[in-house]
């Protein structure tokens, strides 16, 4: 079973950018998608982006412009590039793995990374 964590939150003024780490423990060229999402306090957890087999993202609307996710095989790792940042970004942010088309996302949820977008 591959294991995500993620890395790379902190703290951040307004416009700037970051770059989340997920690494896997294993192959993620096994895995149909990995996805990045968020859960602010008070409020559910949402999709930020996805990625599918072999590099296919999807950004829901709301996520379009700012946000890049992209994914390098070599290092089983998946990257949220995340630009010109606002306080509503901050959050938890998730990542997790759909391991089949049409499959579930996996129940179990890591630690996740904190970002925090304040001048």
């Known amino acids: 079973q591959v294991q995500l964590v993620e890395s790379g939150g902190g703290l951040v003024r307004p416009g700037g950018s970051l770059r989340l780490t997920c690494k896997a423990s294993?192959?993620?060229?096994?895995?149909?998608?990995i996805g990045w999402y968020r859960q602010a306090p008070g409020k559910q957890r949402e999709l930020v982006a996805s990625?599918?087999?072999?590099?296919?993202?999807y950004y829901p609307n709301a996520m379009k412009g700012r946000f890049t996710i992209s994914r390098d095989n070599a290092e089983n790792t998946v990257y949220l590039q995340m630009n010109t940042l606002r306080p509503e970004d901050s959050a938890v942010y998730y990542c997790?793995?759909?391991?089949?088309?049409?499959?579930?996302?996996?129940?179990?949820w890591g630690q996740g990374t904190q970002v925090t977008v304040s001048s």
């Open positions: 990625i599918t087999r072999p590099s296919s993202p």
């Open positions: 997790n793995k759909q391991t089949h088309a049409r499959g579930p996302w996996d129940t179990d």
């Open positions: 294993g192959d993620i060229r096994s895995i149909y998608a």
